[in-house]
């Protein structure tokens, strides 16, 4: 069993940045595959980024490429998404996603979900 709960959301002018934290709890955070996703009101949940169970390759929505990052201390089972030159259309709910074996961009793939932060862009 893993849980996960995501911090660092708010309100944030567009161009502006925000880091998205993910804590998980159990011993073997380092076998998951991480994956950030968001859901705006009345969209489906859209996947923004993934980062595989050692960190060495990582995924990205084309939108978001350049603009975000993800990352991981497998040390501190904490998963991060830099989030720089926000733009309005990022707001949305954000939840962080862990699985072991996934299709990253397939949310029905991941085992365990957080709760979710709420991110609001103003222009």
């Known amino acids: 069993q893993v849980q996960l709960v995501e911090s660092g959301g708010g309100l944030v002018q567009a161009g502006g940045s925000l880091r998205l934290s993910c804590a998980a709890s159990?011993?073997?955070?380092?076998?998951?595959?991480m994956g950030w996703f968001r859901q705006a009101p009345g969209m489906e949940r859209e996947f923004v980024a993934a980062i595989t169970s050692n960190g060495g390759r990582t995924y990205y929505l084309d939108s978001v490429k350049g603009r975000f990052t993800i990352s991981r201390d497998n040390a501190k089972n904490t998963v991060y998404l830099q989030m720089n030159s926000l733009k309005p259309e990022d707001t949305a709910v954000y939840y962080c996603a862990a699985g072991r074996t996934v299709n990253v961009r397939a949310p029905g793939t991941y085992d365990y979900w957080g709760q979710g932060t709420q991110v609001t862009v103003s222009s």
């Open positions: 159990g011993r073997t955070f380092n076998n998951y595959a």
